[in-house]
Every structure is written in structure tokens, then in C-alpha cells.
């Protein structure tokens, strides 16, 4: 019988690749568990075999608590310390007593229980080795063959007994996958669960998109192309941004390959995608009049400040601009990181002509100057306050129109506006008292209110659109109580969406 353990042993370890350890630990569960149904299901029972020789002792065991202890449940497994020291003299608390209890033979009963230990001792092993071989490649391009399909997604073999799951969501839309489809995707997570799926694969990302890039255009691989971005509507459209680090290279031409034969090879992939390919632009506007492609831009204008642009393109060829459900403007959109404003030429002079006769107006209120003055700064691109005040002197001295003494008084006038505004914001808040819905929120009290409104949050809206970060200022509110009374401000927001 001894014999007979290490041929199984060997024989599991090999044919599963698992260490024999794990082995060694599914036989003695499985004979402690033929033990126990011997002598009583209720005792705790321990196994020991000898790794060289395949001999194994049975222990009857019990977990020694203390003499006061109130945590005893189960008398056929536990003992106060007291009855533990007259099994065992050195007994302590949390260890263990034992004594020796027959051996059951490792017969067919006991191989049989051993089974069911074994294969899922083998499964856990093999699910712990397929999670540390993976877990550092999460991100990465994987490929493996089509083993099922249905509602939920598609089961893929990556090869030694590892497989991934797509789920549906993660599915190019109605793309044809069929058993025995090879099958290539962007492992996206990798997590150690007993049971399910493993490894979560993407075929919908951005980066899938940039990695078949990489394997279709050598240049890519040789650092002579770079891709600097990708944005996807995933199985109809995508746009990818490509630079070249050698002026001898045509980026676009590389990743169009000849007769179009990479592009298409990548398409294919993606179930018929059609692909983009714009050439990048470290002049942010040139990259957007790129990233339009395939309508041509006449015009744009932007805005720093709230990172958008305004894109002026022909009446006719709005519509392609736009592209079907906004799509052509989105991926723009989103592969340069501007929000994107399409209108026509004209509605672009007109836009352009209200804001500036807004500018206008305000400077000449603002600086008590004439219209033409107002003008003249409009027209040569300043357009606040601050740009008067505080840019160089000599871009002002630089408008023909103005002189020394021009410059020195319009830069005087916006300083004392600016001053003037700061004074009067700060004493607005000194001053600003706390709405009703903000000190009746539940969990508020008056100061913390009115230490809110003196920073600008007054009402109960002013709070839910806060983070825990920015109230961290105030001494009275730690982040704990700060995240609660946050999230309470918030609470008409998720009572809204459930009646929705």
C-alpha cells in the first residue's frame, strides 16, 4: 500500500504537472476523511505520510483553548487547556494536542474518497499556476482557439490549461465567432477566483486596436513608427495617431502597408472596423484638422481654458464632419482630448462675432475705455483682464496704435479692476450664509455650515459636487465625516436615477 501511494503520487505529478507536495496534501485529506467516517464525522483528524517511503500516522486531534475561554463550540475537536495538559504536557493555547489513531488502509474506499481531494487539489494547483504565469501579462496581446460560445460570451484555450473568458460586452458586435476560431484579444484582468473564469479578455479596447498595429507594421516594433493614441467604436469605426521618428518614413503609408494590405489585415481582425489612420500633431490644432479626417476643416478656434475647440467645416460637408450618430466627431474627440464643437463656417463668423462684440463690451466696461480701444486689444488677441495686467509689457508696446503712456494706463485700470473684483469676492463669501437644504442635511451641523458657505458651498448641491480632498482644509471635518456628509448631499441624485 505504502508502494502504491508513490506511484500515484508520481503518476498525478506527472500527468498534471503538479508539484508532489500538492499530492501528498489531496491523499492525507482523503485518508483523514475515510478516517473520520470510521470513527465519527465529528473528530478532527490528522495524517502524516513519509514522503520517502509512502508510510503514514493518524492523529486524533484537538484545538486547546483557554480554562476561561467562552469560545468552545465543538467538544469532539476542542479542549479547555486544563483537560489538553493530560494529553500532553507541553499543551499551550491555539495549538493543537494529538494522539494515535488506526490507520485506515489506502484501499479502493480510501483511493475513491482520495479522488474527488485529488482533482480538486490538482484543479486549485493548476488555477494557481495559471494566475502566477499570467498575472504580470495582464495588458498584454494573448491568442488562443474559440472553445464555446453562448449569451454570456466566449470561452478561448490559451494553452496549458489556461483559458480566457469575453465576455459579451467585451465582443466585437456581431461578429461571427465560432468553435475552433483562433481568437486574439488584450488580457484585461486576471483574477484568483475558485471558481469561473480567470482570465478576462478584451477585444474592444483602444489598446487592442495599437497591438495588432504592432504585429501587422514591422516599423512599429523597430521604434521608427510610434502610435500615440487609438479611439474605437468597436466593429464600425476606429482612428489610430501615428508619428514617425524618421523623416525617411511615411507613417501613414507604413500602416497602410501596400495596396492597403496592413490597414486590411487589422480590419479583418475587427470584423470589418474600418480604420483611420491620422498622422499626429504636436500643434494641438493641426492634430484635431488631422484627427477630422476624412471632412475637410476651414477653420478653428480654441479655448484653452475649457480645452475645447470650436471646428468651422462647409455647410455640404457637415453631415460627414459629424458622421453618422456623432461618431466621426466623438473619435476625434477622443483621440485628441479636446470636446469638439462642429458647426458650419458661417455659424462659426457669427458665434465668433457675438463673443467678440460680448469682449468688446466688457473691456469697455471694464477699463472705462472707448470702443475702439476695446477693439484694438480684441483684435490682437487679448481677451481678459489678467492678459492686459500682467503679460509683457512689450506685447502691448507691440500694437501699433499704442503708445507708452496707452500701455502703462490700460495696464494700471485692469490691475484696480482686478483688485477691486478680488476684494469684493472675498467679502461675498466672508459674508455668505448657508441655504436652508444645506443646514437641514442630514448629519450637518451650523458651524460646519457656515464654515462651507464662508468657502463657497453654500447650498446642498454646492456640497455633492465636492471630493473628500477639497474640504480637507477644514479642521472641524475629518475625511470620514467629510465622505458622509458628502455622499448625503448626494442622496437626491441616486433617489432621481432609481425613479427614473
Known sequence: MNKEILMVVDAVSNEKGVEKSIIFEAIEAALASATKKKHGEEIDVRVAIDRETGEYDTFQRWMVFADDSTELEEPERELRLEDALDID????????VEVPLESVEFGRIA????????VQKVREAEREQVVEEFQERAGELVSGIAKRVDRNGAYIDLGGNAEGFIP????????????????????????AEQRGPQLFVTRTSPEFLIELFKLE??????GLIEILGAARDPGLRAKIAVKSNDNRIDPVGACVGMRGSRVQAVSNELAGERVDIILYDENPAQFVINAMSPADVLSIVMDEETHSMDVAVDEEKLSQAIG?????????????????????????????????????AKLMKDLDVDEDVAMILVQEGFSSLEEV???PESELLAVEEFNED?????????????????????????QAEPAEDLLTLEGMDKEIAYELASRGIVTREDLAEQ???????????????????IMAARAHWFEAESQA
Open 406 to 430: 496707452i500701455v502703462r494706463e490700460l495696464r494700471a485700470r485692469a490691475r484696480d479692476v482686478l483688485i477691486t473684483q478680488a476684494i469684493v469676492s472675498e467679502e461675498v463669501i466672508d
Open 89 to 96: 504536557k507541553n499543551a499551550v493555547p491555539d495549538e493543537y
Open 168 to 191: 459579451r460586452e467585451e465582443l466585437i458586435p456581431r461578429e461571427p465567432i465560432k468553435p475552433q476560431d483562433r481568437i486574439k484579444g488584450i488580457l484585461r484582468e486576471v483574477r
Open 217 to 222: 507594421v514591422p516599423e512599429v516594433g523597430q
Open 389 to 391: 495686467a500682467y503679460v
Open 111 to 118: 483511493a475513491q474518497t482520495a479522488k474527488q481531494v485529488i
Open 467 to 485: 471630493a473628500v480632498d477639497d474640504l480637507e482644509e477644514i479642521e472641524a471635518l475629518d475625511p470620514e465625516r467629510a465622505a458622509e456628509l
Open 324 to 360: 453618422r450618430g456623432g461618431q466621426n466627431i466623438r473619435l476625434a474627440s477622443e483621440l485628441t482630448g479636446w470636446e469638439l464643437n462642429v458647426m458650419t463656417e458661417a455659424d462659426a463668423e457669427e458665434k465668433s462675432e457675438h463673443e467678440a462684440k460680448e469682449l468688446v
